[in-house]
Nanobody, 123 residues
């Protein structure tokens, strides 16, 4: 069973940057696609970014394109979400999720989830 743990959340001001980490234990992330999601208070969880198992394919929500970057370091069994120029509306609990995939694609659903890390953006 894979356990995912998010870290790096906290308070940040608009215009600053923050890097979230998603560490895996129990299993290697090799051949797992990983996605980042977020849930703001009173809203449904939404997709933020995804990366295929090789890192060769990435996808982003329109709201974060050009500001957020997802990357992975399989040697460290970790996936990152670099958040540049965060906006007030980026305030949310951020979750990472993983799914074993044979094809090197970003899947539409995931079956391993972390507990989340809070990101609060202020002006």
């Amino acid at each position: 069973q894979m356990q995912l743990v998010e870290s790096g959340g906290g308070s940040v001001q608009t215009g600053d940057s923050l890097r979230l980490s998603c560490g895996a234990s129990g299993r290697t992330l090799s051949h797992y696609a990983v996605g980042w999601f977020r849930q703001a208070p009173g809203q449904e969880r939404e997709f933020v970014a995804g990366i295929s198992w090789s890192g060769g394919s990435t996808t982003y929500a329109d709201s974060v394109k050009g500001r957020f970057t997802i990357s992975r370091d399989d040697a460290k069994n970790t996936v990152y979400l670099q958040m540049n120029s965060p906006k007030l509306e980026d305030t949310a609990v951020f979750y990472c999720a993983a799914r074993y995939t044979i094809r090197d694609v970003c899947p539409s659903w995931y079956d391993n989830w972390g507990q989340g890390t809070q990101v609060t953006v202020s002006s």
